[in-house]
């Protein structure tokens, strides 16, 4: 399942997924429906980075976590910058 939802375009169900836990389950036993540094390592190799920012998280490696939020932001606003520009551009020349 984690694999299948790995390979989508849209990951709100990725995200959905990894929010699961079993519940309290067995004392001392495995908390999540999958291992956690499988998930991460696929989540890196897919570049789903929002997954991986939940995993760091999840798994207490804030700093990490942080660093890649912080990196995803980045290049969120410079594609949010570049697109104002382009609209930008395109009213210059309509007008």
Known sequence: MFLFLSTQEDD??????LQCKFGKGPENGPEFFYDP?????LCLKEKRMR?????YSMM???EEAVALALQVTNMMARSVNALLLIYSLLLVIIY
């Open 51 to 55: 997954a991986c920012v939940h995993i």
């Open 12 to 17: 709100s169900s990725l995200l959905r997924f």
């Open 60 to 62: 207490s490696m804030h």
């Open 37 to 41: 540094k499988y998930a991460l390592r």
